[in-house]
């Protein structure tokens, strides 16, 4: 009895031991900071780094402001012009990529390929690809269309990038969700002659649909920040800076350009109300699709 | 039969069709770059558009490399990778362990930090964590550049499921033969989630290289960027000079690039591994 308390004791502390430094580092890197955060948006910056509480002020500021209005509708807008197009595009690179087919794992690797090179770079090649004036898309096309300036393209043109940028990587996490689906399943469906597209809306789709759940989950959310990407596109002298700035451009511009750390707080805080509101609500469909059933 | 096998065939050129079109509209902007990279600018700007530069000069390379601190940006960009991965994988590795196999009271309500930190987005501990650095007096450091992935939160998750996978009886077979709590650790079960902690270790490189928005803010020293947050001023320095912004970018990618050529399989595994972050 005596010995297993030892034991038992042993593992405390050797327990404590081991999560000190990733608990410690969470607390004065994450969770101090993150209160922090509330209580700044809830204050006003002074002199000298001081804060003083000013109550609802931000958040009153924030509500009437159009440009903050604008960008969370942007936020949004990136969203819809990205996630469903993206997923199903994805979805459909791997179920091509799972076909049994020559080169399999070079096609893989071209299709991942912009996961590796930082957004910064991806931006700078689509820029001058989207250039008005000398841009090749606009050579090819013959037309004279404002990739970047024009308010209403603009942020159509950062979702194409963006797309592009995150294919790769959904594919290979849906493709290994198809892989996991059971052979017998298809020849069952083969034997029963099912065609390949019966045979996807009726065994893959169903099977996978866990996987999808959370590539879309982690896209919508990945996308409700988005913020290298459009401040790469989108430099802070482009005219049409407004229709496309994102939440976190703004809080970005708010809180490290013009120094209104208050303010940019309670931006950030109205993010993360945005994204958990669109998770829960997901989490709430999901029952009404997602097949947890094998 | 015969019309099976002629609807396979079909399907196959079908699936190899779109695979290539694919493919070349993921490669097309890559080689873009390449090509107008070598052309002067007038020739970039020549419409109609030319598509091979007219010779291979490394004019536009020299121009970015004068243009920017390449050396400070490629060892910043190195050091912040390193340091983050070693971090991310050795303090990952003892909490996940910690977290999986021994028992110890309040247990659950800090693994519950670890979630939280997970479940939130990393803008919201920003300014604070500026802050700190700015009060330390660390801005402008390699440090800096560390500090936010200083711990993993992430990683101690998925580590904690490595660990989880380990059946027990080798960790107890490992008590018997004297080793104590830590020694079973570093021993017998630390080497045996090898495949595990190479995941984490391309995820954490993989994002860091990518982060923008921190490196952008801690260090505004050009010479201690990292190389995302360099290109980011040659944006402003040439924005119409597209052939030496394709010869910048193109010298911030390589790197990453030979290792992603070399070590695909690895890569992607890895990161299929650790997805749904």
Redesign the interface.
Known sequence: MKKTSKL?L???V???L??A???I??????????F??IY?SFSKSKAF?AYQFCGLENYIEMFKSPEFWKATWNSIYFCILTVPIGVFLAL??AV??N?K?KGK?A????????????????A???K??F?T??G?LN?LLGKNIRWLTDPKIVLITCAIVAI?SA???DA??L??GIQNISRTLYEAADLDGAS?VQQFFHITLPMVSPTLF??LI?RL?SSL?V??LI??MV?QSNPALTSAQSL?YL??RE??VAGN?GY??AI??W??LL?GIVTVFQFIGQKKWVNYEV | MKSMKASKNVSTIVTYTALVLGSVTMIFPFLWMLLTSFKTQSEAMAIPPKILPSGWELTNFFTALQSLPFTNLYLNTGLMILFRVICAVVFSSMAGYAFAKLNFPGKNLLFGLVLMQMMLPSQIFIIPQYQMLAKMGATNSIFALVFPGLVSAFGTFFLRQAYMGIPNEIAEAAYLDGCNKWQTFVKVMFPLTGSSMAALAIFTAVFAYADLMWPLICNTDLNMMTLSAGLSTLNGQYTTNFPVLMAGSLLAMIPMLILYLLFQKQFIEGIAMTGGK
């Open positions: 038992a042993d593992g405390y050797w327990g404590y081991m999560v430094p990733t608990i580092g969470l607390i004065v890197l994450n969770i101090v900071p993150f922090q955060t700044m780094g459909l690179v091509l990529l076909a087919i794992t096609f893989r690797a071209i299709y991942f390929l912009p996961m590796v090179v930082a957004p910064a770079a991806v700078m090649v689509w001058w690809i250039n004036e000398y090749i050579s592009w294919i790769g990587y290979v996490l493709l290994s390949k959370v590539v982690m959310m920040k913020y290298d401040y790469m430099e976190m809080f970005y809180s490290f750390k940019a707080s950030v805080i993010t993360v994204i």
